[in-house]
């Protein structure tokens, strides 16, 4: 069974920019859930998606969003790029609400 | 709130030797816990779990019992190689109460140097 796959695997973009990162789960994995790692904060979770609603979302400001489609897949999108959104973007899937996640290779994204 | 402890890095070994990594968490309830595994430039594998006091989860290796009455889930493994260089993380998978959501909680991550 295929692992947890995020595309791209490496970004580059200057202030003020936009991104959108791409995760698609486990097969038959409903659950989506995405983290922030960077050096100084370490990993901090960033929202739990479920059957297309987002069911949580950590303390992070408005320009971090995302959603999830019918088939699970689940993209993050962070406007108005700051220097400090620099960070390798991890993203998790479970089967369901409350199980073991599992992680992929991460997006790792490099502001300027 | 919610909070995972593990013991600073780096650690350093030479090949053979033992390991233990400390970790404790504060949290509302019995969380299930995690010992998750990074090697440079990679994201996170999962490397045990234990979802209820007193389990151990043990894998490649390596062994951690989830202890409710010291709210501990400290990961040794008896002869570590210079292939278990990488750095480990503790979590624990929380409730975020009134939304029915869970999310994992974090230590700071272990750097393991193991030296032939």
């Known amino acids: 069974k295929a692992g947890v796959t995020q595309t791209p695997r490496y970004l580059i973009k200057t202030r003020g920019q936009q991104v959108t990162l791409s995760c698609s789960p486990i097969?038959?994995?409903?659950?989506v859930s995405w983290y922030q790692q960077t050096p100084g904060q370490g990993l901090q979770f960033l929202f739990e998606y479920f059957s297309e609603t987002q069911r949580n979302k950590g303390n992070f400001p408005g320009r971090f969003s995302g959603r999830q489609f019918s088939n699970s897949r689940s993209e993050m999108n962070v406007s108005t790029l700051e220097l400090g959104d620099s960070a390798l973007y991890l993203c998790?899937?479970?089967?369901?609400?409350?199980?073991?996640?599992?992680f992929g290779p991460g997006t790792r994204l490099l502001v300027l | 709130g919610d909070s995972v402890t593990q013991m600073e890095g780096p650690v350093t070994l030479s090949e053979e030797a033992f390991l233990t990594i400390n970790c404790t968490y504060t949290a509302t309830g019995y969380p299930s816990l995690f010992w998750y595994v990074q090697y440079p430039g990679e994201g996170l594998q999962l490397l045990l779990k234990?979802?209820?006091?007193?389990d151990k989860g043990s894998n490649k290796g390596f062994e951690a019992t989830y202890r409710k009455e010291t709210t501990s889930f400290h990961l040794e493994k008896g002869s570590v190689q210079v292939s278990d260089s990488a750095v480990y993380f503790c979590?624990?998978?929380?409730?975020?109460?009134?939304?029915?959501?869970?999310?994992?909680?974090f230590g700071k991550g272990t750097k393991l140097s193991v030296i032939p």
């Open positions: 234990a979802t209820k006091a007193d």
């Open positions: 097969s038959g994995h409903r659950s």
């Open positions: 979590a624990a998978l929380t409730l975020y109460s009134g939304a029915g959501s869970y999310q994992l909680t």
């Open positions: 998790a899937s479970s089967r369901g609400v409350g199980e073991t996640q599992y």
